[in-house]
C-alpha cells in the first residue's frame, strides 16, 4: 500500500483564476472522493468519482469539476476562483462501495 | 438537515488524564456507519474506527474506546490515559447520500498538556 498522495501541498492563486489539485489513490481504490475544509470546519464533501464516472455530488456549484484515471489518479479542477474556495481541499479513496476511505494530506488553497 | 454534531469545540486536558468526546448524529437511514478521524496538525485525516449501524457492541482498543447507543443516536469515543500525541482535532462522521459519501462535524480540538 502506497496510501493517498496529494499535490501540491500549497497553493496561491489570485481571485478568477482556474486551478488544478492532484491527487493519486491508493492501488487498487477505484472510488475517490473529493472534501473541501474551510478553516475550523469539518470536511465537506464536493464530489465522488467510482471507475472514472462522477456518481455523487455536495452542495458545490458546477465550477468544480473533476477527473478520475485508469491508473487511480484524480484531479479536481476549480474555475472562477472566488475568495472563498481558500480551504484545506482533501482526496479520499476506497476500493468499491464499502471500506474505510483512506485521505491523502491535502492541498491547502489560498484565493487572494 | 441529517447532521453531525460535535459540541464540544475545544477541551483541554493534562497528561493521563481521561477524555470523552461526544458525537451525535441525526438521519433517516436504516444502515450506516459511523467514524472517527484524527487529524493532526499535518492535515492529514486519520481513521481511527468505523462501526456499522446495525453493530452496537462497543469496543475498547488500546487506550481507545468508543460507546454507540443507537436509542440515542450517539458514538462517543474516550481516551484513557491521554498523551501529549494525542493532541489533535477529532471528527465524527456518518455514511449519507446514496453513494456513501461523509457527513462530518466540525470537529474537537483536543489539546493534551505535560
Known amino acids: 500500500e502506497t496510501g493517498v498522495t496529494q499535490s501540491p501541498t500549497h497553493l496561491i492563486k489570485t481571485r478568477g483564476q482556474q486551478v ?3 491527487c493519486s489513490s491508493q492501488s487498487g481504490h477505484n472510488t475517490v472522493s473529493w472534501y473541501q475544509q474551510a478553516l475550523g470546519q469539518g470536511p465537506q464533501f464536493i464530489f465522488q468519482y467510482y471507475r472514472e464516472e462522477e456518481n455523487g ?3 458545490f456549484p458546477p465550477r468544480f469539476s473533476g477527473l478520475q484515471f485508469p491508473n487511480y ?3 479536481l479542477n476549480v474555475n472562477a476562483l472566488e475568495l472563498d474556495d481558500s480551504a484545506l481541499y482533501l482526496c479520499a479513496s476506497r476500493f468499491g462501495g464499502s471500506g474505510g476511505y483512506t485521505f491523502g494530506s491535502g492541498t491547502r488553497l489560498t484565493v487572494v | 438537515a441529517q447532521k453531525v454534531t460535535q459540541a464540544q469545540t475545544e477541551i483541554s486536558v493534562v497528561e ?3 477524555v470523552t468526546l461526544d458525537c451525535v448524529y441525526e438521519t433517516r437511514d436504516t444502515t450506516y456507519y459511523l467514524f472517527w478521524y484524527k487529524q493532526p496538525p499535518s492535515g492529514e485525516l486519520v481513521f481511527l474506527i468505523r462501526r456499522n449501524s446495525f453493530d452496537e457492541q462497543n469496543e475498547i482498543s488500546g ?3 468508543w460507546n454507540f447507543q443507537k436509542s440515542t443516536s450517539s458514538f462517543n469515543f474516550t481516551i484513557t490515559a ?4 494525542d493532541s489533535a482535532v477529532y471528527f465524527c462522521a456518518r455514511t449519507g ?3 456513501g459519501n461523509l457527513i462530518f462535524g466540525k470537529g474537537t480540538k483536543l489539546s493534551v498538556k505535560p
Open chain 1, 20 to 22: 488544478t489539485l492532484r
Open chain 1, 57 to 59: 455530488r455536495g452542495n
Open chain 1, 73 to 75: 489518479s484524480s484531479e
Open chain 2, 16 to 18: 493521563k488524564e481521561d
Open chain 2, 63 to 65: 487506550r481507545y474506546s
Open chain 2, 82 to 85: 491521554s498523551q501529549v500525541v
Open chain 2, 97 to 99: 447520500g446514496s453513494q
